[in-house]
T-cell receptor, first 114, second 113 residues
Framework: DSGVTQTPKHLITATGQRVTLRCSPR?????VYWYQQSLDQGLQFLIQ???????AKGNILERFSAQQFPDLHSELNLSSLELGDSALYFC?????????????FGQGTRLTVV | QQQVKQSPQSLIVQKGGISIINCAYE??????FPWYQQFPGKGPALLIA?????SEKKEGRFTISFNKSAKQFSLHIMDSQPGDSATYFC????????????FGKGTKLSVKP
């Protein structure tokens, strides 16, 4: 167990809908990172938050947004969902704001858009 | 320049054999090279990591070899076991506010009994 908690584990929704994925980082970790894993694209970095502030942005679509709350948990919001958004979404956390330190991943949320 | 190229895509090894997975990178700013192990339906789990100031790091049956001049690093799994069957990802990152983990495409390892 990495100590990073993600909910829900599975999510099935229809195209055009909006969903929210939740992540609780390990105790003491200030950074949260979101990754998307699909069969053809592998693990793709989406966005990072550090202590409540957006720190870095990767290949995140405009339909997607995230935030980190004062208690350091983070939410990834996906809207106007398309079939191609079906993937595993992982969050990871680390102590510092920099990714060149140990980062631990949660178990992921499997999103299926039908 | 941000890519990390991983090979092979899949690997079959007999129990007790050595599994070797290779990765190459271009960005000389990378200064942290972790390997992650992922079982089906689970999140990637940090296995072992190395920084460019050392050429080798060993933890149990897992060893990372690092060649800075060639910009390559590899994972060696000694005495491979069926329980090691998983997908392995190499990754690289640099410090700074824009550093994030860049992952290889993964290697699916099957260890036959």
């Amino acid at each position: 167990d990495s100590g990073v908690t993600q909910t829900p584990k599975h999510l099935i929704t229809a195209t055009g809908q909006r969903v929210t994925l939740r992540c609780s980082p390990r105790s003491g970790d200030l950074s949260v990172y979101w990754y998307q894993q699909s069969l053809d694209q592998g693990l793709q970095f989406l966005i990072q938050y550090y202590n409540g502030e957006e720190r870095a942005k990767g290949n995140i679509l405009e339909r997607f947004s995230a935030q980190q709350f004062p208690d350091l948990h983070s939410e990834l919001n996906l809207s106007s969902l398309e079939l191609g958004d079906s993937a595993l979404y992982f969050c990871a956390s680390s102590r510092s704001g920099q990714m060149n330190t140990e980062a631990f991943f949660g178990q992921g949320t499997r999103l299926t858009v039908v | 320049q941000q890519q990390v190229k991983q090979s092979p895509q899949s690997l079959i090894v007999q129990k007790g054999g050595i599994s070797i997975i290779n990765c190459a990178y271009e960005n000389t700013a990378f200064d942290y090279f972790p390997w992650y192990q992922q079982f089906p339906g689970k999140g990637p789990a940090l296995l072992i990591a190395i920084r460019p100031d050392v050429s080798e790091k060993k933890e149990g049956r897992f060893t990372i070899s690092f060649n800075k001049s060639a910009k390559q690093f590899s994972l060696h799994i000694m005495d491979s076991q069926p329980g090691d069957s998983a997908t392995y990802f190499c990754a690289a990152s640099s410090g700074g506010s824009q550093g994030n983990l860049i992952f290889g495409k993964g290697t699916k390892l099957s260890v036959k009994p």
